[in-house]
């Protein structure tokens, strides 16, 4: 597997790759690899030129903190990497990818960026949006793939894709693999005790069976279900920030004629916070 720190030398093989008509496949991590991740990496099995990028962006913490916490495990990721057969490994430094170039960090982003996660973790989606962007324009992938437990991260990537790239990047919609009890893998997982982490399994519980009332039913009982659940967990010190059920191609409110919608879930157990959502 190639190792590659710079900016130029990944942008110089990229273009070598593009000429020679190899189709570069991208899958933009930050690190701490888990089954999440694998699927995306079993997902991408037979393209031609397969790149990981491990990059953990401080544009998108908004606290710093986090950001330091975040959880790094290098050594096992390469050697998940390497098990996976990736073709080349991305790990620029935040000298490259983020002090010595211009950024699109003051861009408007749409306005389905400033609810849920976008109202309560300011600037997150422009620091995505503007490291995402630097890595296609870096790589030129012909795919890309993401995780279906970022949500509203996905939808801003195919936002972005029609924006910038003219929709010349296929976006690889991969789903949420879950722990056995239904904790959907995340790395911050990692920071859970094993009585948080049974905690934490709750709140899907919980979702599963809001789907099954709302599919008998109909969306109307929301509210009323939502400040009953709200309720339970509350009182098992889960704190709920959100939990919402919206349009899953815009997030727009539903009315009692769309069908095609999702529940949306963040939460915090403890200081961890984690999201999560399951389609109706
Ligand atoms: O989902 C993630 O791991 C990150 O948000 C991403 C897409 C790699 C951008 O930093």
Do not use: W
Request: aromatic share 8%; glycine share 2%; with cysteine.
């Amino acid at each position: 597997m190639n190792i590659i720190n710079s900016v130029e030398e990944q942008e110089k093989l990229c273009n070598r790759l593009t000429d020679d008509n190899i189709k570069i496949s991208l899958i933009p991590t930050m690190g701490n690899l888990h089954l999440g991740h694998e699927s995306l990496l079993k997902a991408s099995l037979n393209d031609d030129y397969r790149i990981v990028s491990l990059f953990v962006n401080p544009l998108q913490f908004n606290n710093y903190k986090d950001y330091e916490n975040y959880p790094k495990t290098i050594k096992k990721d390469l050697k998940i990497l390497k098990s996976y057969n990736i073709d080349c490994l991305f790990m620029p430094s935040k000298e490259d990818m983020i002090l010595k170039t211009n950024h699109d960090i003051e861009r408007k982003l749409p306005d389905f960026a400033n609810i849920l996660c976008g109202k309560f973790r300011k600037s997150h989606f422009q620091g995505v949006y503007s490291i995402v962007k630097k890595l296609f324009n870096i790589i030129k992938p012909q795919k890309a793939y993401f995780g279906k437990k970022d949500f509203q991260q996905l939808l801003l990537i195919k936002y972005l894709v029609k924006e910038c790239f003219k929709n010349n990047i296929e976006i690889i919609e991969c789903e949420t693999i879950r722990e056995k009890n239904g904790l959907a893998m995340s790395s911050r997982n990692n920071n859970l005790s094993i009585k948080q982490n049974r905690l934490a399994a709750l709140v899907y519980n919980e979702l599963v069976s809001l789907k099954k009332s709302l599919k008998n039913n109909n969306i109307s009982l929301f509210p009323k279900l939502r400040e009953e659940i709200i309720r339970k967990l509350s009182k098992q010190d889960i704190k709920i920030e959100y939990l919402d059920i919206l349009c899953r191609n815009n997030l727009n409110t539903p009315t009692e004629k769309d069908i095609d919608v999702n529940i949306f879930v963040a939460f915090y157990i403890g200081d961890v916070r984690l999201i999560d959502n399951i389609e109706i």
